[in-house]
């Protein structure tokens, strides 16, 4: 199996596990990017929104980044095909409301206006 072909396994499992809430994604200083720690290193995933004034066109740069036990990027992975846009994306959304528990906000809102 091709080191591309684990990355987009490893995305669908990383989707898998969130939305199962099995993992806890984290913040960090970028608002864009989300962090998950495990023992054998880290992930992380950035989705940043951007306009190119040359060609006056708006993108969307997507990457998740695995991190060895020493904090070094030692693999980059970015979709290329619209397919797997949405597929990362899915994963950038659970990972989003994983870091900020966004479930818990909702029912706490939903709580207070309940009453």
């Not at 060895?68 to 949405?86: Q, T």
């Not at 706490?108 to 009453?115: A, F, G, N, P, T």
Request: no cysteine; hydrophobic share 35%; glycine share 2%.
């Amino acid at each position: 199996m091709s080191i591309n072909s684990k990355l987009e396994e490893l995305v669908q499992m990383l989707t898998e596990r969130t939305r199962q809430k099995q993992v806890q994604w984290q913040v960090t200083a970028d608002e864009e990017t989300f962090r998950l720690a495990s023992n054998s290193g880290n992930v992380r995933v950035t989705r940043h929104e951007g306009f190119d004034q040359e060609s006056m066109e708006s993108y969307v740069y997507r990457t998740l980044q695995i991190l060895n036990d020493r904090g070094r990027v030692i693999e980059e992975y970015s979709p290329k095909s619209p397919d797997r846009f949405a597929v990362f994306d899915e994963l950038f959304t659970h990972a989003r409301r994983s870091a900020y528990k966004t479930e818990d906000v909702l029912d706490q809102l939903m709580m207070e206006l309940s009453v």
